[in-house]
């Protein structure tokens, strides 16, 4: 038997308002272009090949990538060879990338979702996010004349862009999308782990799904330190963790060995079986992560044993951002303990 006919089946999802109906595990393509952490990236062709057929084989029929990933060419060459299913769902975002807020105007969501359908050879793109609005000046652009959505709503009157919505891991902005009413779908990395459960504690998951909005997280292991455990120099958002995540950690580890489940299915099980949460994404950059990630479908373990796992290392939210997190500021946060 192969390896992939050992797995648990992938459940299907609905995502809220969305019109998409995929798998409730994705594939996330950071490190399938140039920009992503070392440990993320794929560096050769042959390499991806390998990952997207395993990932296919296994079931997964969502991925995700974005203008700023630099990788929609690669993904538009690669993915027949790997032999993408018909039912795979293909989602992209567009907006900021580094420090550049021009992204959030009409004219570059035109250009950018003219890019990315020749890129991927689509006729339409299922779902097209605005990636990373940080704080009210972003979504003023964003709202406002001549911002994306306005821009996305004329893509989207042409045919081109089925579903639209808000990527960020900034939850001042998530909220504001849910307010307006506008967007189909939510998606918040890192705002819902075993370390940081920011996205429910708030209420947005709960407010986004009461007006049957989509809700997908990315980064599940909180870049990476829940998919590693604790190491040499463990990393959290790809930095070095601070003192009090590592030993948070260590306390969850200790609760899975109990359990007997280890921590990275643990991890992944907690956001695929939260039930405010549509869809999770998991990136991958070997073939055999998609073996040791498609388990947390079926974990062995209960919703009620998660979260006990979660409680065993719970910390001062405070610690990784809270819940007005930005992203600048952690990272200055974690400087000062590295």
Excluded at 103 to 109: I, K, L, V
Aim: overall charge neutral.
């Amino acid at each position: 038997m192969s390896q992939a006919g050992t797995l648990p089946t992938i459940p299907w999802t609905d995502v809220g308002r969305a019109n998409i109906h995929t798998t409730k595990l994705g594939i996330g393509t950071w490190g399938f272009g140039p920009i992503g952490a070392p440990e993320s990236q794929v560096a050769d062709d042959e390499t991806l090949v390998a990952v997207l057929r395993a990932a296919f084989a296994a079931g997964l029929r969502y991925l995700d990538t974005a203008e700023s990933y630099a990788n929609e060419d690669r993904l538009g060459r690669l993915l027949p060879v790997a032999g993408a299913p018909p039912d795979l769902v293909i989602a992209t975002k567009s907006g900021r990338s580094g420090k550049v807020r021009e992204g959030f105007t009409a004219d570059h969501f035109r250009r950018s979702a003219e890019n990315s359908l020749r890129a991927l050879r689509l006729d339409k793109l299922p779902l097209l996010l605005i990636h990373d609005p940080r704080d009210e000046d972003d979504m003023a652009e964003v709202l406002g004349h001549g911002g994306a959505l306005e821009g996305l709503r004329k893509l989207q009157s042409e045919g081109l862009v089925q579903s639209i919505g808000i990527a960020t891991g900034t939850i001042g902005p998530l909220r504001k999308a849910v307010e307006t009413g506008e967007f189909d779908v939510l998606q918040m990395p890192r705002l819902y782990t075993l370390l940081n459960t920011a996205g429910k504690d708030t209420g947005l998951l709960a407010a986004a799904k009461a007006k049957n909005m989509g809700t997908m997280v990315p980064a599940p292991f909180g870049g990476n330190i829940l998919a590693t455990g604790v190491r040499e120099n463990p990393l959290y958002m790809y930095r070095p963790a601070i003192p009090e995540v590592v030993e948070a950690v260590r306390r969850m580890q200790e609760r899975c060995r109990e359990l007997s489940v280890s921590l990275p299915v643990a991890a992944l099980a907690f956001v695929l079986t939260e039930p405010l949460v549509d869809l999770t994404i998991v990136g991958l950059a070997r073939p055999q992560e998609v073996y040791w990630n498609v388990p947390a479908c079926d974990p062995g373990v209960t919703r009620e044993q998660l979260e006990s796992i979660r409680e065993a290392g719970r910390i001062d939210p405070n610690l990784i951002g809270g819940p007005d997190f930005k992203p600048a500021a952690a990272r200055a946060r974690q400087a000062q303990h590295a």
